[in-house]
């Protein structure tokens, strides 16, 4: 096998996950030139072009997303590989890419990353929001943060939080107006802060807990927003009645004008976790942020 065709695939490999040369030149801290290079000589070897190209975009072709695939794994561990051993010696470094949610990283990652970046300064943090599951090892991620642990074989899953509730609130403003609801039938004479998911681009519906079982609930939208802060902003301004979990309201400073309502019919939601590849967990990058999570949260286990 050619020498430089590790280097050659790492190239490749930053340049898609990056979506450009320019992106892939940062990210490896080489010249544009010099990973343009690289491709080049990657696909005269290969035979096949491994991108189609345009003055603004470039996108795998399908010989390059087979490559990618499968190539994805054993580039994975050749990295951990060569981090392990560069890392015997020094402080933890490199990346640290995570995905996660918007309400993960408000509730999970905000009060500490600071901390975190300014504790180990050689390692670049990269915190990606996104509501939907993903694959972190196709999209190159180290960590991703979900609800459940139900996992590919391949990952290790570490609980960060309990089980907790999604709560149903209003604020006293709303609810001198239009009265407080005290069953499940009268929450249609009310008007409801809906969320719609960026992913599947539907609006989530009202959803709450009858004799054990869960009910969807009729109810009029008075406010359709894709972002949990809009939500708790509209709760605030006297909207209408909004869905929240508890800990994220826990959070609020003014938490205490959030009225919570109807709360023997709120559904619980399973334990969130952290996940992340077997064949890290060696690196020194990946075993201090799992070490600093337990240290602030006490749950990682």
């Known amino acids: 096998m050619n020498s430089a065709l590790y280097g050659y695939l790492r190239i490749f490999h930053a340049i898609a996950t990056e979506g450009s040369i320019v992106g892939a030149s940062k990210h490896l801290q080489i010249s544009s030139p ?37 190539t994805q794994q054993a580039m994975q561990r050749l990295s951990n590989a060569v981090d392990d051993v560069k890392q015997l010696q020094q402080a933890p470094s490199g990346n640290l890419r995570i995905t996660l949610s918007r309400f993960a990283f408000g509730l999970i990652i905000q009060p500490y990353y600071a901390e975190f970046c300014r504790r180990y300064p050689h390692i670049q943090l990269e915190i990606s929001i996104n509501d ?22 391949n990952m290790i899953a570490r609980c960060l939080l ?29 008007r409801f802060i809906s969320f719609r998911l960026k992913t599947a681009n539907r609006v989530l ?4 807990m009858q004799d054990g079982h869960p009910l969807n609930i009729e109810i009029e939208n008075g406010l359709i927003t894709n ?39 709120w559904q619980s939601y399973p334990p969130v976790y952290l996940y992340y590849p077997k ?23």
């Open 205 to 208: 519906p009202l959803v709450m």
């Open 279 to 301: 064949d890290s967990q060696k690196a020194k990058r990946i075993q201090v942020f799992v070490e600093f999570l337990q240290e602030k949260l006490g749950q990682v286990g």
């Open 132 to 153: 939907a599951t993903i694959d972190i090892i196709q999209q190159g991620f180290d960590f991703g943060i979900r609800f459940g642990d139900k996992l590919a074989d």
């Open 34 to 70: 010099s990973v343009s290079t690289a491709l080049k000589s990657l696909e005269q070897q290969l035979g096949l072009p491994l991108f189609h190209r345009t003055t603004r975009h470039i996108e795998l072709t399908d010989a390059g997303k087979k490559l990618f695939d499968d």
């Open 227 to 265: 972002d949990i802060d809009v939500v708790m902003d509209a709760i605030r301004q006297g909207i209408g009645i909004g869905q929240m979990f508890e800990p994220v309201i826990a959070l609020q400073a003014d938490k205490a004008s959030f009225i919570p309502l109807l709360g023997n019919h």
């Open 162 to 190: 309990p089980s907790f509730k999604l709560g149903l609130y209003a604020n006293a403003d709303y609810l001198a107006n239009h009265g407080t609801p005290n069953s499940l039938p009268e929450l249609a004479q009310h």
